[in-house]
């Protein structure tokens, strides 16, 4: 994206001198259960709406809008919609809840999951496994499932777009099993913090 970034914390220095501070966590609601920053709000990219997240703050619509993901990639995305929606004000959280809980701010945990990346790695991998012993064993064309994932890969790479990511994060196992759209409680010393996706 190249927009706007931010530390955990600087973010946490910015609340603590009393900046309003509306974060939204936008990895899916199974990654927000197993480790969120607290107070954050979970705001799956694969659901995002900007206009409705804008709609539902709490903060001055001129305060920014902070977003955080697990490595900075769909927090990217997700700014990228909010500004082709024409809400410029989005700041991307640097390094995400690991990065929050690195640097000493608090977090909530929760049942531990495989993150989406993971998932993308042994999907991905698995595929391109099963061509080419399928291509070794039953027929050459199966060689076809290895080169359609490897191009998949390089396109994502390229893009920052993955599909196979966007798929993955609707699996059963990757939503929540109670409303995670809400703002999540606010942990110890985060008392400022608000909304936010994970």
Not at 4 to 10: H, V
Not at 19 to 29: E, K, N, S
Not at 31 to 41: N, Q
Not at 150 to 177: E, S, Y
């Amino acid at each position: 994206m190249n927009g706007p970034t931010i530390s955990p914390a600087r973010l946490d220095e910015l609340r603590r001198n009393g900046a309003a501070v509306d974060l939204i966590d936008v990895r899916t609601p199974a990654e927000d259960r197993e480790l969120h920053a607290a107070g954050a709000r979970n705001t799956p990219l694969e659901r995002l709406d900007p206009a409705a997240v804008m709609q539902s703050r709490s903060a001055a619509p001129t305060e920014p809008l902070y977003v955080i993901c697990r490595s900075g990639g769909r927090a990217d995305q997700a700014c990228r919609a909010f500004l082709a929606a024409g809400h410029v004000n989005v700041v991307s959280v640097a390094g995400g809840p690991l990065a929050w809980e690195q640097a000493g701010l608090p977090v909530v945990r929760g049942k531990k999951t495989i993150s989406l990346e993971l998932q993308v790695r042994i999907a991905a991998g698995s595929l391109v496994l099963l061509g080419a012993v399928f291509a070794l064993l039953v027929d050459p064309w199966f060689v076809l499932l290895s080169a359609f994932v490897g191009a998949g890969l390089v396109f994502a790479g390229v893009t920052d777009t993955c599909g196979m990511g966007m798929l993955l994060a609707r699996m059963p196992w990757n939503q929540g099993g109670e409303d995670q759209s809400v703002c999540c409680p606010a942990g110890g010393g985060a008392a400022g913090v608000k909304g936010g996706a994970a």
